[in-house]
């Protein structure tokens, strides 16, 4: 694991709060990784020919339909 020492300016840290400033840092890491899976999986989408293969094509109708305990998921990142 890495880590990273970010510094900012104490009025900064006492407008925002340090909790919130936590809190946008490990948003904005979740949206980044989250960003760069869609991505990566975007060029293997584009790389084959998935819309052409029935057994794909039956998987996505059917997650796309069963998708109702997706709003349960929750990423987070242990920062």
Do not use: C, H, P
């Not at 094509?57 to 920062?79: H, M, P, W």
């Amino acid at each position: 694991m890495s880590e990273f020492v970010i510094k900012i300016e104490d009025e900064i840290v006492q407008v925002l709060g340090k909790q919130t400033i936590e809190k946008y840092l490990q948003t904005f890491i979740t949206q980044t990784i989250l960003k760069v899976s869609a991505a990566d999986i975007l060029k293997d989408y584009d790389n084959e020919s998935l819309n052409e293969d029935e057994t794909w094509l039956a998987a996505k109708k059917n997650a796309f339909l069963n998708d109702r305990f997706s709003q349960y998921i929750k990423v987070s990142t242990n920062v």
